[in-house]
């Protein structure tokens, strides 16, 4: 069977993911697309020789009976509502994060999909399937380094466009490691606070970059982030863990460092499509295998409800400069993995 797809959002992660759907991922067909400039779709259908239905409204994709599974791939602020509307139609869905830019939308996709019954939201936090990170747990589960002290977290892009914000600082780059972390700690937030140091002069109109971020889990371990997404130098993912016996490097994906006319020098990714392009397609063609299956797997639509609440936490520390309390319910029964 092949899944046909229907995505929401022809921008940069759009595209992306189109190309892997038609050019990369087995079992999956691209046949339907939309975006508020409807225009762009058909440049991507034509770019990849894509013969679907281009829409200027996500509804249409997610209502039309030749779609199997959506992916959401429009900017953040318009999740909740199409994540609301694949439920509703019953037709899983891939969400980009954040899965919605509020804890309480979040929640409201949390209470929709448990009213539904079963699992048809996966949120696309991929570091989960990336094999750095996955060596890095495997290290530290193995306990040969005793008990995780303090996770330091770098997070750097070499720049980013006029529409971020520094809210987006916390709401949508850092909700990568407020997810990922708690997964391979297998521990939850106790608090947060956000430290502001000088600005850089490549950020625009006085966005706050750099910035700190100090969390600290429920079993005391001590995170740092460091965010920078003007660093100019490119994209760097870094995390390394100090622990009572040792410290765990994260490893950097396969680079070779050269030696030569007296310098050493080592490839920095660009950005996050090449940083990440093996978890990409590994997650997707998770998504895709699972929705021939009718199921749903990988991070879940809880895992974004806790990644926004922690990034909700985030603000009100961003703004008052105070350690504030991260508060998660317990997690559902729906949602807790065997
Ligand atoms: N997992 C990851 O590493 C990454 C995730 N993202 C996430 O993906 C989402 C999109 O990001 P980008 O592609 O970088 O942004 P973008 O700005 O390049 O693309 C967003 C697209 O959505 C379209 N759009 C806006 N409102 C819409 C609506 N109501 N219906 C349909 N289309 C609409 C825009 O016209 C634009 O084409 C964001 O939530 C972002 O956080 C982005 C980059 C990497
Ligand atoms: O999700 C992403 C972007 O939206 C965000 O702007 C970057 O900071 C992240 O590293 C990237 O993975």
Same mark, same amino acid.
């Given at each position: 069977?092949?899944?046909?797809?229907g995505?929401?959002?022809?921008?940069?992660?759009?595209?992306?993911?189109?190309r892997?759907c038609t050019?990369?991922?087995?079992?999956c067909?691209?046949?339907?697309?939309?975006?508020?400039?409807?225009?762009?779709?058909?440049?991507?259908?034509?770019?990849y020789?894509?013969?679907?239905?281009?829409? #200027?409204n @996500?509804?249409?994709?997610?209502?039309?009976? /030749?779609? &199997?599974? =959506?992916?959401?791939?429009?900017?953040?602020p318009? %999740?909740?509502?199409?994540?609301?509307?694949?439920?509703?139609?019953?037709k899983?869905?891939?969400?980009?994060k954040?899965?919605?830019?509020?804890?309480q939308?979040?929640?409201?996709?949390?209470?929709?999909e448990?009213a539904?019954?079963k699992?048809?939201?996966?949120?696309?936090?991929?570091?989960?399937?990336?094999?750095c990170?996955?060596?890095?747990?495997?290290?530290?589960?193995?306990?040969?380094?005793g008990?995780?002290?303090v996770?330091?977290?770098?997070?750097?892009?070499?720049?980013?466009g006029?529409?971020?914000?520094? #809210?987006? @600082?916390?709401?949508d780059?850092?909700?990568? /490691?407020f &997810?990922? =972390?708690?997964?391979?700690?297998?521990?939850?937030? %106790?608090?947060?606070q956000?430290v502001?140091?000088?600005?850089?002069?490549h950020?625009?109109?006085?966005v706050?970059?750099?910035?700190?971020?100090?969390?600290?889990?429920?079993?005391?371990?001590?995170i740092?982030?460091?965010?920078?997404?003007?660093?100019q130098?490119?994209?760097?993912?870094r995390?390394?863990?100090?622990?009572?016996?040792?410290?765990?490097?994260?490893?950097?994906?396969?680079?070779?460092?050269?030696?030569?006319?007296?310098?050493?020098?080592?490839?920095v990714?660009?950005?996050?499509r090449e940083r990440?392009i093996?978890?990409?397609?590994?997650?997707?063609?998770?998504?895709?295998?699972?929705?021939?299956?009718?199921?749903?797997?990988?991070?879940?639509?809880?895992?974004g409800?806790v990644?926004?609440?922690?990034?909700?936490?985030?603000?009100?520390a961003l703004?008052?400069?105070?350690?504030?309390?991260?508060?998660?319910?317990?997690?559902?029964?729906?949602?807790r993995?065997?």
């Amino acid at each position: 069977m092949t899944v046909r797809i229907g995505v929401i959002g022809v921008g940069m992660i759009g595209q992306d993911h189109i190309r892997r759907c038609t050019q990369v991922l087995n079992g999956c067909q691209i046949v339907a697309a939309s975006d508020i400039n409807v225009q762009s779709v058909q440049k991507v259908f034509d770019q990849y020789q894509i013969t679907g239905k281009a829409y #200027d409204n @996500g509804h249409d994709v997610i209502a039309s009976p /030749e779609v &199997d599974a =959506i992916l959401v791939t429009s900017s953040g602020p318009t %999740h909740e509502e199409y994540v609301l509307a694949a439920i509703k139609a019953g037709k899983p869905v891939f969400c980009e994060k954040p899965l919605a830019v509020t804890a309480q939308g979040c929640e409201r996709i949390v209470k929709a999909e448990m009213a539904a019954g079963k699992r048809l939201v996966q949120v696309g936090f991929m570091r989960s399937f990336d094999a750095c990170y996955r060596k890095l747990k495997t290290t530290l589960s193995s306990g040969q380094l005793g008990e995780p002290l303090v996770v330091k977290c770098v997070h750097h892009n070499a720049e980013v466009g006029d529409s971020y914000t520094t #809210d987006m @600082g916390v709401t949508d780059s850092m909700v990568h /490691e407020f &997810d990922i =972390i708690r997964w391979l700690l297998n521990d939850d937030y %106790h608090s947060i606070q956000v430290v502001s140091p000088r600005r850089t002069k490549h950020a625009h109109h006085g966005v706050q970059d750099p910035q700190m971020v100090l969390l600290k889990t429920k079993k005391g371990v001590l995170i740092t982030i460091d965010l920078f997404v003007n660093c100019q130098y490119g994209y760097d993912i870094r995390c390394d863990v100090v622990c009572e016996d040792g410290i765990a490097y994260m490893p950097s994906p396969l680079q070779v460092p050269v030696r030569t006319r007296g310098q050493l020098s080592e490839h920095v990714n660009a950005d996050w499509r090449e940083r990440f392009i093996v978890a990409y397609d590994i997650e997707l063609q998770s998504f895709v295998d699972n929705a021939k299956q009718q199921r749903v797997e990988g991070p879940s639509a809880w895992d974004g409800f806790v990644a926004s609440t922690t990034a909700a936490a985030g603000m009100v520390a961003l703004t008052s400069g105070q350690i504030t309390p991260v508060d998660i319910p317990d997690c559902p029964a729906f949602y807790r993995k065997a």
